[in-house]
């Protein structure tokens, strides 16, 4: 009889050990109505027994009583106590997702997409996760807009959290990184960090947008901004060219790629207008070498790397003209001194005055 006993107190315990188990695998629902409270429906248990079980239970309405009547800092209050008190049960995730949605109402958007996150971390099989992303996703979007948050001391507008929002974007595409909410992450960070002046990091988000997501609809458009983001840049044909070459990479991978965008003539234009820059600036370096140091060997090579880089271009037709120039005054030049000889002597120049 002892022996019974015990294997019968022995599964008693495991049964009880298995229904805090429950709310992480999603075998129950908690259903709310106003005619009877929160119930949980499925045949499952709450994950709590007992008066531990009642007092979350009665916590729940209260807080859900609070919300209904509108005291929306004394639910958001309670159903944090309740995720605290309560993490195992099935009340936990829901209490975080009402006290997000009750946050969000009042413009506590930080917070909200805390809770969100909560949910996400610690509850990562709840059936809500699709909508849950999809909520950080606008609240990112809203911060990254410009959205101020609640009223400071009741008087004044919140502050706007741009960084905040380019952080949160980064959260959702590890949070859910197959989903159509990444490629759109990616580019809200890019447009966000050129918003701030970022330009390297706006490069680095849509570099990774094209490499990790190259098949998505957001591609064609990723290419293109890389390209005007290269070009923007650009200081000059006087300055290093390496910005420039990138942008004329990008354009010219976007029309290859994306023959039938609807931003085509777009990228035709900035591919001409950097094509341009970087022949201007071969131009320059053989202006320098021909009228600065008479060095024709040098200028015929800059000259011929300005036909090169933009052949049939007026530009191009400009760097033809020099060549004919610098060969004109070559010609004129007279032979270099053989190895072992003396130059010829320079002829003298009488002043008179």
């Not at 929306?72 to 936990?92: D, E, L, T």
């Not at 009223?151 to 959260?171: H, S, V």
């Amino acid at each position: 009889m002892r022996f019974t006993l015990a294997r019968l107190s022995a599964v008693i315990c495991l049964f009880t050990g298995l229904a805090g188990l429950l709310p992480s695998v999603g075998r129950a629902d908690l259903v709310w109505t106003k005619e009877s409270g929160w119930r949980v429906e499925g045949g499952a248990l709450s994950g709590l027994a007992g008066p531990e079980g009642r007092n979350a239970l009665d916590q729940m309405n209260k807080a859900r009583s609070a919300e209904e009547a509108g005291s929306r800092r004394s639910a958001v209050k309670s159903y944090q106590a309740i995720a605290k008190r309560y993490p195992n049960s099935i009340y936990a995730p829901e209490a975080l997702y009402r006290s997000a949605r009750l946050r969000l109402a009042g413009k506590d958007f930080v917070k909200a997409f805390e809770d969100y996150q909560q949910v996400l971390s610690r509850y990562p099989n709840t059936r809500r996760f699709n909508e849950i992303i999809g909520e950080q996703y606008r609240i990112a979007s809203a911060l990254l807009d410009g959205a101020r948050g609640r009223m400071l001391w009741g008087l004044l507008p919140g502050f706007t959290q741009r960084d905040k929002a380019l952080e949160f974007f980064e959260t959702i595409l590890s949070n859910a990184p197959y989903s159509d909410y990444a490629p759109l992450s990616l580019m809200n960070i890019a447009r966000g960090h050129q918003k701030l002046g970022n330009t390297e990091n706006a490069i680095d988000a849509l570099d990774r947008m094209i490499n990790n997501y190259g098949q998505s609809l957001l591609a064609p458009d990723a290419y293109l901004k890389l390209a005007q983001t290269h070009a923007s840049l650009v200081d000059g044909p006087f300055y290093d060219q390496g910005a420039t070459k990138e942008s004329i990479t990008y354009y010219t991978d976007f029309m290859l790629l994306f023959p039938g965008d609807t931003n085509i003539a777009l990228a035709e234009k900035g591919l001409d207008g950097m094509k341009t820059m970087l022949a201007e600036s071969k131009i320059r370096m053989a202006d320098f070498y021909f009228y600065k140091r008479s060095n024709f060997k040098a200028a015929r090579v800059f000259y011929n790397e300005a036909i090169t880089a933009y052949p049939e271009s007026a530009v191009a037709a400009k760097a033809k003209a020099r060549l004919a120039e610098v060969e004109a005054k070559a010609s004129n030049q007279p032979p270099p001194a053989k190895p072992g000889e003396a130059a010829p002597a320079k002829k003298k120049r009488f002043f008179f005055f």
